[in-house]
C-alpha cells in the first residue's frame, strides 16, 4: 500500500515535468505516517502546491518544515521551491488542457448561403428556445436572496476565468455604479486567488463564475473558500458544476449552444436581472429616473 502511494505520487510528479524528465529517487522502502499523510495532500491539492509556502503546507498536513524537507528531497528535490515549480507546471498543464477551446463545426457539403443560413437560424431558434424556458423558470426568489446578500457584504471577490471574466466584468460594473465596493479576480493568478481565499473575513461575499469547460482548480479553491464561513454566491451553468457543491447561493443559466461550450445570453441576462433587483432596493421610486440619467453609457 505505502509503494503504491508512492507510485502514484511519483506519476503525478513526472506528470508535472512539462518535458523534463524527472529524476526521482528510486529509494522505495516504505513511507512514514507522516510522510503518507504529506503524499495524500499533495495529490489532492496539486493546484495549492504552486503557490502555498512552506510553512502553510506544514500547517495544512500537521507536519514540521523539516519533516516536509526531508520529504522533497526523498522525491529527489533539493529544495522546496523546486517541488513547487515542477506542481506549478503541472497545474497550468491541467488548466490549459481543461480549458482550451475545442469545437468542431458541422461539415458543410457546398459553399451555398442557404445552408449557412440554415444553420444560423437552427442557431437562432435553439437561443430563442433557451431563453425562453430559462425566463419563464427562473428562480426570482434566489436572485432577490443574491441581492439582500450582496447589499449587506462589505467586500465582493468576483472570481472569473477564461470567457466567465466578460460576465464578471460586466457584474463589477453593476456593482460600482451602485457603490458597492468589489473586485474582479482572475482565477487563472493563482497566487492573487490564493492570497484572496486566506483573507477572507466576515463581511465578505464570494461570487463565482464556474462554466464549462469548467475551470480545473475551481472545486479546491471554492472549498477553500466555503472553510472562510463567508457567503458564496456560483452563477453557472448546473447545480453539480463543481463549485455549486461548496456554495450558499446558485443562480442557474443554460449556456449550451452549437458551435461553442458557451452562450453568454441567459447569463448575461441573469445579470441584468440581478442587477435591477439591486436598483430596485437600493434607489428609491422617487429617484430611479434621476438615477437613469446620470448613468454612463
Do not use: W
Not at 460594473?173 to 457603490?179: A, D, K, P, T
Request: one cysteine or more; glycine letters at 4%; charged letters at 20%.
Amino acid at each position: 500500500m505505502q509503494e503504491l502511494i508512492v507510485n502514484i505520487l511519483l506519476s503525478v510528479v513526472i506528470l508535472t515535468a512539462a518535458g523534463l524528465l524527472l529524476v526521482v529517487g528510486r529509494r522505495k522502502n516504505g513511507m512514514t505516517k507522516k510522510q503518507k499523510t504529506i503524499a495524500d495532500y499533495l495529490i489532492a491539492n496539486p493546484e495549492e502546491i504552486s503557490y502555498i509556502t512552506l510553512a502553510q503546507l506544514s500547517h495544512q498536513t500537521g507536519t514540521s518544515e523539516l519533516t516536509l524537507l526531508r520529504f522533497c528531497q526523498k522525491l529527489g528535490y533539493s529544495n522546496f521551491l523546486d517541488l513547487k515549480e515542477q506542481f506549478r507546471d503541472y497545474t497550468q498543464k491541467m488548466i490549459k488542457q481543461a480549458s482550451s477551446s475545442s469545437f468542431f463545426l458541422p461539415e458543410r457539403t457546398s459553399g451555398e448561403d442557404t445552408e449557412r443560413e440554415q444553420m444560423l437560424h437552427e442557431i437562432c431558434n435553439t437561443e430563442a428556445a433557451v431563453f425562453s424556458d430559462f425566463i419563464t423558470n427562473i428562480n426570482l426568489e434566489s436572485v432577490i436572496k443574491a441581492s439582500d446578500e450582496i447589499r449587506k457584504s462589505t467586500r465582493i471577490y468576483i472570481f472569473a476565468h477564461d470567457i466567465s471574466l466578460v460576465p464578471g466584468k460586466f457584474l463589477q460594473s453593476r456593482l460600482e455604479i451602485l457603490y458597492l465596493n468589489s473586485a474582479l479576480i482572475d482565477l487563472s493568478d493563482l497566487e492573487v486567488t490564493q492570497k484572496i481565499i486566506q483573507q477572507l473575513t466576515d463581511g465578505d461575499l464570494v461570487i463565482f463564475f464556474s462554466f464549462p469547460r469548467y475551470y480545473f482548480p475551481i472545486g479546491n479553491i471554492a472549498k477553500k473558500a466555503a472553510k472562510s464561513g463567508v457567503p458564496i454566491l456560483t452563477i453557472t451553468d448546473s447545480d453539480t458544476s463543481p463549485a455549486a457543491a461548496h456554495s450558499t447561493l446558485l443562480l442557474l443559466c443554460p449556456t449550451s449552444t452549437k458551435l461553442f461550450y458557451n452562450s453568454m445570453t441567459a447569463p448575461m441576462a441573469m445579470l441584468n436581472i440581478l442587477a435591477s433587483c439591486l436598483v430596485i432596493d437600493s434607489v428609491s421610486p422617487s429617484e430611479r429616473q434621476i438615477f437613469i440619467d446620470t448613468l454612463p453609457s
